[in-house]
Each structure stands twice: as C-alpha cells, then as structure tokens.
C-alpha cells in the first residue's frame, strides 16, 4: 500500500469542499481515508463551465489498493439544454449530433446515477483540471453537495515521472502515452472510452513505478 500511495503522490491535489481545485498538492496521507478511485473523463461543447456543457461522460470506480481493481464502470450522453453556445469544433471532436444524441440522458439523470456511482471515492483523470471545473459547476447548477473525496488525483504528473527520461514518450497527452505503453483503446474523444484509456494507463505505470531507489523504469 505504501508504495501505491507513493506513486500517487505526484499527482494529488487538494480540493475545495464544493469540488473546485485549489492550487495546493495533498499528500499521501490524504488517501488514507478513501477506499475507492473514480477515474473520469468528460466531453464538452466548449472550454467554458460557466457557458458550455457535459455532453458525454464517463468513469470507472476501482478499489484503492494494489492493482486497482476495477470495480463497475458508466458512461452516457448528456442531453445539452444551450446547444447554440456551443463550438463548432468542440462539437466536431465529441462527433455531436441532433440524432446521435437522441436517446441522451438529460443532466439531472445522468449525473444523479454518476454521483452514485462514485461516491465517496477519489476522482481521478488525465490533465484534470478543465473537467473538475466543470464537475464542480454542474453540481452547483443542480445544487447538489459535491459527493466525492475532497482530494483528486491527476494521472498525468505520474506519467511525467516515470516516463520522461525514456525516450519513448515525447508527447504527455492521453493517446499518445496509451499508444507508447501498448494500450488498446475503446475509441476516442468518447467519455467511457478515454476514462477506461486512463485507468489503463495508470495500472500500467503502478506496474512500471520502481519500488525501491532504482531509476524510473522506460
């Protein structure tokens, strides 16, 4: 367990009570408390939480232990409600679409069932920091307490660490490290698919973190 947390350390951060990040690092220590991780990816129609919305989303809960085991795992489409303040573009990524989204799940279902799904554990994700903003929004905007750990992890620093003196991983986003570490993915730009391609990644580099003072391995 100790060397678990110590791999995980690199990328904790601390939370606000209502979700938001706060610029501080949490420490080891700050898992104990939690059992559970709940590693998460959404997909949006723009970089703004306070304009834009959660048109797909994803996670996979797994026990916080050694090998993170995966437990049960969700994803769905989120019915938009201001499709007009959306970007093009954004909507070209996530593949949008009046019909591919007519069986979407409106906000209040879809994140009812995503609470359940991960509460009380540590949200986790690759480059976390738009996705937790916009996590925090949304429950703001129902005006639900925010149901998961008070600590999140992001599972990019943990791949700089281990990865950036191998030279095989020139690039930190998603893809290309889940490519370099031999990852199959479901698909991309699909909320379950990239959450289930950065639980991967991580149970891979658990794999690849040393154990004792030995040189990161790749």
Not at 27 to 56: C, K, R, Y
Request: without cysteine; proline residues 6%.
């Amino acid at each position: 367990m100790n060397h678990l947390l110590g791999t995980l350390a690199a990328g904790l951060r601390r939370l606000e009570p209502d979700g938001r990040l706060t610029p501080e690092p949490a420490a080891a220590e700050d898992l104990q408390e939690w059992t559970s991780l709940f590693v998460v990816d959404l997909e949006m129609s723009g970089p703004n939480a306070q304009m834009h919305e959660i048109l797909d989303v994803g996670g996979v809960r797994a026990v916080l232990s050694r090998g993170i085991p995966e437990e049960e795992a969700w994803g769905a489409r989120v019915k938009p409600r201001h499709i007009g303040n959306a970007v093009p573009g954004a909507l070209k990524v996530v593949g949008y679409s009046a019909k591919n989204w007519k069986s979407a799940l409106e906000l209040e279902e879809a994140f009812e069932r995503f609470a359940l799904l991960g509460r009380d554990s540590v949200v986790a994700g690759w480059g976390i920091g738009q996705d937790m903003t916009f996590l925090a929004e949304t429950f703001r905007r129902l005006q639900q307490p925010w149901p998961f750990a008070t600590v999140a992890l992001d599972v990019q620093p943990i791949a700089r660490q281990l990865l950036r003196n191998g030279g095989q991983v020139d690039r930190f986003n998603l893809g290309h490290v889940a490519d370099r570490l031999g990852i199959g993915r479901m698909g991309e730009h699909g909320a379950l698919a990239d959450a289930y391609a950065t639980y991967d990644v991580l149970v891979k580099l658990l794999e690849l973190a040393p154990r004792g003072p030995a040189s990161p391995v790749l």
